[in-house]
């Protein structure tokens, strides 16, 4: 039965232990995937990267990169959520996006090339750190798609900023300009899901009307 909105908030949580022996189908992952795709993100622009790693060895590899936290281990697979700070260029994100975009909606060449100049006169006016800020920002967005997105499937996750983006790096023969920003193990969980601890809806909500 299709779960409720409310049931796959509730059922996701920051898994900790994850059932080693249950893997979770390769047509599922793979529209967890392909969903977490349809993610927002500023001028659409995806500055993003997802790097899956299903393998035993680069799991135990990266373990160390990310504290040993033992859910790198334990989960199934392993998706490594990487910012873009290559925006600029031919290869560069905008661009690239531009020349999709172009295609999807069959735009002029001078709407593209306004449409470019809007996002790069925005994004390029800045610097390498805020660029690195705003990429990661749009990871986040996605970090989150991807985890409500395994929940819907019965698929357990935990987000994790805890690891050293340089180690992970090197583990991954990653270049410079992609940027390990979020970590999230998915598998089955090995564990019983702890209480929720949140603070109440008039704290944090603030209704103007
Ligand atoms: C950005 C971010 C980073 C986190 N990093 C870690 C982490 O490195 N290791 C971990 O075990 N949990 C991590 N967590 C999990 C949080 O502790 C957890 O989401 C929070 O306590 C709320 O619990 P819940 O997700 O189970 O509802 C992280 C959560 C977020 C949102």
Redesign the pocket.
């Known amino acids: 039965m299709d779960k409720s909105m409310r049931e796959v908030m509730e059922f ?3 898994c ?1 232990h994850f059932d080693t022996e249950k893997k979770i189908d390769v047509d599922v992952l793979h529209e967890i995937l392909d969903l977490t795709r349809l993610s927002p993100s500023s001028y659409g622009v995806q500055p993003w990267k997802f790097i899956v790693v299903e393998t035993e060895d680069l799991k135990k590899a990266l373990a160390p990169a ?2 040993n ?1 033992p ?1 790198i281990t334990e989960a199934c697979c392993v998706v490594v959520m990487c910012a873009r700070t290559d925006l600029a260029g031919d290869n560069g994100a905008i661009h690239q996006h531009v020349l999709k975009s172009k295609e999807d909606f069959g735009n002029s060449d001078e709407k593209s090339a306004a449409f470019e100049n809007m996002i790069s006169t925005s994004l390029l006016s800045r610097s390498s750190q805020e660029i690195k800020a705003w990429s990661q920002k749009q990871v ?1 967005l996605a ?1 989150m798609s991807l985890m409500i997105i395994a929940a819907e499937k019965g698929v357990d996750s ?6 050293e983006p340089a180690k992970v790096s090197e583990v991954l023969g990653l270049s410079e300009d992609l940027v390990p920003s ?2 999230i193990p998915l598998g089955y969980r090995n564990m019983e899901q ?1 209480k ?2 949140r603070r109440e809806f008039a704290d944090i909500i603030e209704e103007r009307k």
């Open positions: 996701r949580f920051a900790k990310c504290y936290q859910q986040y970090g935990c987000p994790m900023e805890g690891f979020l970590i702890p929720k601890t």
